[in-house]
């Protein structure tokens, strides 16, 4: 270091000391530069997280591996690049299980702070679903594997005294994790086990007793909500003129009707519901045929027999939108514990060896005025497309509603942490 | 299990530790990793963390005969799926897990190297080849009543295929020990650098860096040690080619590295030979004796005054990554093999911070050849500008599997006719991060130009060939469970996003996907190749991206084409048939 070089990011000129790191470099000249496993003083840096990555010399580099040069031209936020870095952070979500309204660190937390910065609302990756455990066993602090991205910080910067590693990678793929050395991380002293957590950039590394003032539920957004009203949106008196009503329809195929009870749950506000939408084909209603096209289907339910097939494309056809409500509807929910049996063996199980029925009259019934059975249940997604999800068991009513509106007015919402049943 | 040099620290030996240990009981327990920890000063869970990192070692015993069945795609075509019940079913096992006596232990490995001989398994690390239910049975029977495994088995063939070009061979030509290192004492180090130059020679591992520019740059930087690493890991499926080369001319590959050494003024060789090739460990041994004794190692190597070099083997212990040059010098040095950072190169700090080379062993064998039979005799096979020749290992649906060696400028649909291709459709160049190319690119030649902007194809040196009765999609989902698999996991677009298209692949295959998701797999494959850290990363997508491209009248019968909502994969009649049969 020493010299001073000029380099251009985004088109604009800089002096910066050669050989500086480009991250803090572009830092000093208030040019932020997304990154999550970035330690100054780790040297050579981690490049792990890989959401610095910037086009330098017209190549896809990570800002935090790369020296600044005399004449290096670094692009850092054109389109390609902030979709490519919200998408390795959307990434690290769909591979976690990232639960902010239960998290210690929410608040406080590096990846939230960058979700929020890069303005990840869902990710458009599937959730992965990975098994992943929270670790009990060590003594001074608790792992939470979930919450983890592989920054390898810990890895390289927690040592004990005697200056032996307490976390080190095990596995590698998608399998891969942070372990921990039960024997050196006894010997941690509670400040060392506090530089731990901090230094983690997300909540997987949470010191026992220390981390949390508020338990949850009673801190201050599971309480309140910046929507109080949220139902009261378009009150009857100053509703706007002209506002065209949606027409909403609804089907519960293999569901228990749960999910159209949560619907109903919003109560008195339905009173002020009939005065946004109107409903086609539903069992609220009774009406049995469709009589128009409709703005929304929401689907309770999965598909066991030809006729909820049938429906579902019915559905499909008339409705813009169509929407899987609840657990039965998004994977098969209760129904599905047959998938795992063969047809012919429920059925004979149900009508020919049941101790309740007469030996030797009995009958699978089949019957043209019969549905016909599938041979296991069918989420929605898997016969036509679904466009959106609300999951639970039931959804709560809130929950649905504030959905609804979403997706047809495109009001903004926010769920309480009261308002969700998915456990 | 021969010694490290005595420069190299204590936890080098970590990778030797383990394999010991695992040959001895089958498998490490806690025990034995507190016991190293201790002696190396370091904690349990970093040595555990090596441990894990390896598909070969074991936490819980693997049975007395560990068997490895080889899971690539081109095993999948040639039964592996009726081997694998055969094995099952004799051995009492399930895929994954040790049968309750402790006999045998049944697990999938990637590619072994053999795919000329499919279907093959490992059992305790000897191969045995071209499988069929019978002789399951028969090898399964044998052991149990107490068989020696080494009757068991021969060496694979070699599979050299001889082409009609065999008058301008290069590699598979005779061979005397000695006869490259002996010109050493008429020429310079420049010199050799020259030579390499002058014949073009570029890294045959498949990044195909210019051989020279390499050795240049190694042999600028001062240091007290330096080290020449033969890259033996050749971990790509389908590709096989180092194999024959370390069974065929293991001198010619020593030689390659003593020249190397020469050049760049290194003492110290070591070869990384991935741990599915152990069979060929002795072989390779005793020609590094037998040079020792030759005077071709060791001091003041054919009369070169202070021209010292020794070599030693270092076994892998199964995974892809090691294969990337800075993972395997992790490795080597006793840590979980996780790519390095581009912060130096080998060049500069590789292995134990020293100047390090790497090279694939066909580069290093050439080199050697280079050396021995001069520019001009070496340019006169293959292209102006691509000159020399190539090694190919041919597999798939051919009726002349083996590996090909064959002159730049060759081109496919030659090369598809050389080796007997059956009704070719798809075809995987350069294993799974390579390119795919389809049958109507068949007159495209193989040859090194493509760097000048030609439409030529550069061939790593494997070449999958499936016809036309071949899923692509099952293909292509082979390729990526191997990706996923084999990520070290350090970096989030490789990690996560190859199990992210995976998940998109199956959702492909099972006709549950729409136009939306194939324009996803492109653009994430876009995303996930310039974000990795390693090569790896980088080129795992390649091929899927290209196949969307190429093969899209393929992909559109998976998808639901008209756009009208509904899902493809769902069949009603298919749906109803079970509960059809109860109609009276
Ligand atoms: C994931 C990965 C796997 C690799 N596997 C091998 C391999 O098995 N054999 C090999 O020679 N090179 C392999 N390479 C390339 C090496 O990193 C390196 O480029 C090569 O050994 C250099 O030698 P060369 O210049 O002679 O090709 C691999 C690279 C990557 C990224
Ligand atoms: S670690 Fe951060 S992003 Fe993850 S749940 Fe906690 S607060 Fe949310
Ligand atoms: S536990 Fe925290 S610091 Fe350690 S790798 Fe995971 S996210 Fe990074
Ligand atoms: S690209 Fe894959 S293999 Fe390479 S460093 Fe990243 S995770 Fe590891
Ligand atoms: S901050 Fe650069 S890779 Fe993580």
């Known amino acids: 270091m020493g010299e001073m070089v000029n380099i251009k990011i985004d088109g604009k000129s800089f002096t910066v000391p050669e050989g500086q790191n480009l991250v803090a470099a572009a830092k000093n000249n208030g040019i932020f530069i997304p990154s999550l496993c970035y330690f100054e003083h780790i040297d050579p840096p981690l490049g792990t997280c890989r959401t610095c990555t910037c086009k330098t010399d017209g190549k896809f580099q990570p800002a935090c591996t790369?020296?600044?040069?005399?004449?290096?031209?670094?692009?850092?936020?054109?389109?390609?690049?902030?979709?490519?870095?919200?998408?390795?952070?959307?990434?690290?979500?769909?591979?976690g299980n990232h639960f902010c309204p239960s998290c210690e660190k929410s608040g406080n937390c590096d990846l939230q702070h960058m979700a929020y910065e890069l303005g990840i609302r869902v990710t458009r990756f599937e959730h992965l679903f990975k098994d992943r455990l929270i670790d009990y066993r060590p003594e001074r602090i608790i792992m939470e594997h979930n919450r983890c991205i592989k920054c390898k910080r810990c890895v390289e910067d927690v040592l004990t005294d005697d200056g032996k590693k307490v976390f080190t990678y095990q596995g590698r793929g998608n399998e891969t994790f942070v372990g921990i050395d039960y024997q050196e991380e006894k010997k941690l002293t509670e400040e060392q086990a506090i530089a731990a957590m901090e230094l983690c950039p997300t909540g997987a590394i949470i010191v026992r007793g220390v981390s949390m003032a508020q338990p949850f539920g009673e801190r201050e957004f599971d309480i309140h909500s910046e929507q109080k009203n949220f139902s009261r949106r378009f009150p009857k008196s100053n509703k706007p003129a002209g506002m065209e009503k949606k027409v909403l329809a609804t089907a519960s195929l293999a569901g228990c009707f749960g999910c159209h009870m949560s619907m109903l749950d919003i109560d008195t506000e339905l009173l002020d519901l009939v005065e946004l939408i109107t409903f086609n084909k539903s069992p609220l209603t009774d009406i049995k045929k469709f009589t128009g096209r409709c703005h929304i289907g929401l689907i309770e339910g999965g598909c066991c027999n030809a006729e909820n097939i049938e429906t579902l494309k019915e559905f499909r056809n008339m409705c813009d939108i169509l929407v899987s409500v609840g657990e039965c509807a998004v994977w098969g929910g209760l129904p599905a514990m047959r998938n795992t049996i063969p047809l012919s063996e429920c059925l004979e199980e149900a009508y020919l060896n049941c101790a309740t029925s007469e030996q030797g009259a009995n009958l699978v019934p089949y019957h043209e005025d019969l549905p016909?059975?599938?041979?296991?249940?069918?989420?929605?997604?898997?016969?036509?497309?679904?466009?959106?999800?609300?999951?639970?068991?039931?959804?709560?009513?809130?929950?649905?509603?504030?959905?609804?509106?979403?997706?047809?007015?495109?009001?903004?919402?926010?769920?309480?942490?009261?308002?969700?049943?998915?456990? | 299990m021969k010694e490290l040099f005595h420069l190299e620290p204590a936890r080098s030996s970590l990778l030797n530790r383990l394999w010991e240990l695992q040959h001895q009981h089958g498998f490490i327990s806690d025990h034995d990793i507190t016991q190293i920890a201790a002696e190396l000063q370091i904690s349990s869970v970093e040595v555990e963390g090596v441990v894990s990192f390896y598909h070969f070692f074991h936490r819980q015993p693997s049975g007395k005969y560990t068997i490895y069945l080889d899971d690539s795609i081109i095993a999948g075509y040639k039964g592996y799926h009726r081997i694998l019940e055969a094995f099952e079913r004799e051995t009492g096992t399930t895929l994954g897990s040790v049968d309750r006596t402790g006999t045998f232990g049944l697990f999938r490995t990637p590619c072994i190297g053999l795919s000329d001989q499919s279907p093959a398994a490992l059992i305790n690390f000897r191969p045995f080849t071209q499988l069929n239910v019978i002789k399951v049975k028969d090898i399964i029977q044998q052991l149990r009543s107490g068989a020696d495994i080494d009757q068991l088995y021969q060496l694979p063939p070699s599979n050299v295929c001889n082409t009609p070009y065999s008058a301008m061979n290069i590699f598979f030509r005779s061979y005397t020990p000695g006869s490259?290192?002996?010109?050493?004492?008429?020429?310079?180090?420049?010199?050799?650098?020259?030579?390499?130059?002058?014949?073009?020679?570029?890294?045959?591992?498949?990044?195909?860096?210019?051989?020279?520019?390499?050795?240049?740059?190694?042999?600028?930087?001062?240091?007290?040690?330096?080290?020449?690493?033969?890259?033996?890991?050749?971990?790509?499926?389908?590709?096989?080619?180092?194999?024959?080369?370390l069974q065929d001319l293991p001198g010619l590959l020593i030689e390659g590295m003593i020249i190397s050494a020469f050049a760049v003024g290194a003492q110290y060789g070591i070869i990384y030979l991935r741990g599915e090739y152990g069979w060929l460990q002795d072989q390779i041994q005793k020609t590094i004796d037998d040079f020792n004794e030759l005077g071709l190692l060791g001091s003041n190597i054919s009369g070169i005054k202070g021209f010292n070099f020794q070599v030693r083997i270092q076994l892998g212990a199964g995974a892809y990554v090691c294969g990337e040059e800075t993972a395997m010098l992790e490795s080597m040095e006793g840590h979980r093999d996780e790519p390095r950072t581009k912060w130096f190169y080998p060049v500069e700090k590789g292995y134990l911070q020293y100047p390090t080379i790497v090279n694939n062993v066909e580069t290093l064998c050439a080199a050697a050849r280079i050396v021995e039979l001069g520019v001009a005799e070496y340019n006169k096979a293959g292209l102006p500008g691509s000159p020399g020749t190539k090694l190919i290992s041919v597999s798939g649906d051919c009726n002349k599997p083996g590996v090909y060696e064959l002159p730049w400028g060759i081109t496919v649909a030659e090369l598809l006719e050389l080796c007997n291709a059956v009704d070719p459709n798809f075809i995987q160049v350069s294993g799974p991060s390579g390119e795919c190319i389809s049958i109507s690119e068949k007159f495209r030649r193989i040859s090194m130009l493509d760097l000048l902007g030609k439409p030529d194809l550069r061939c790593g040196g494997s070449f999958m060939i499936f016809n036309k009765d071949r899923e692509i999609i099952d293909i292509l989902l082979n390729f990526a469970s191997f990706f996923k698999q084999e990520s070290c996991g350090i970096c989030t677009p490789c990690r996560s996003g190859n199990f992210i298209i995976e998940r998109k692949l199956e959702k492909l295959k099972n006709k549950l996907a729409r136009q939306v998701d194939i324009d996803d797999i492109v653009n994430w494959g876009h995303i996930i190749r310039s974000t990795s850290r390693c090569g790896l990363g980088k080129t795992s997508c390649n091929s899927l991206v290209m196949a969307m491209q190429k093969f899209g009248g393929y992909f559109d019968t998976l998808i639901d084409k008209k756009e009208n909502g509904q899902i493809a994969g769902f069949n009603m009649d298919e749906a109803l048939a079970d509960y059809e049969q109860y109609k009276s």
């Not at chain 1, 600044?68 to 690290?92: A, C, F, W």
């Not at chain 1, 999951?391 to 809130?398: D, L, N, Q």
């Not at chain 2, 010199?191 to 020679?201: A, H, K, P, S």
Request: a negative charge.
């Open chain 1, 372 to 423: 016909k059975l599938l041979d296991k249940i069918y989420p929605c997604h898997e016969i036509v497309k679904i466009d959106h999800f609300i999951p639970g068991c039931p959804p709560s009513a809130s929950h649905i509603w504030k959905s609804v509106k979403h997706l047809l007015w495109g009001e903004e919402y926010s769920i309480l942490y009261s308002e969700f049943k998915y456990d």
């Open chain 1, 66 to 95: 790369m020296e600044v040069y005399d004449g290096l031209t670094v692009e850092v936020n054109t389109p390609e690049l902030l979709d490519m870095r919200k998408s390795l952070v959307e990434m690290m979500f769909s591979e």
């Open chain 2, 180 to 245: 490259a290192v002996r010109e050493l004492a008429k020429c310079q180090p420049d010199d050799v650098i020259r030579f390499l130059r002058e014949t073009n020679l570029s890294g045959r591992g498949g990044a195909f860096y210019p051989t020279w520019k390499k050795w240049e740059a190694c042999r600028s930087y001062q240091a007290d040690h330096k080290f020449i690493v033969c890259n033996a890991d050749e971990g790509e499926p389908g590709t096989f080619k180092d194999r024959v080369l």
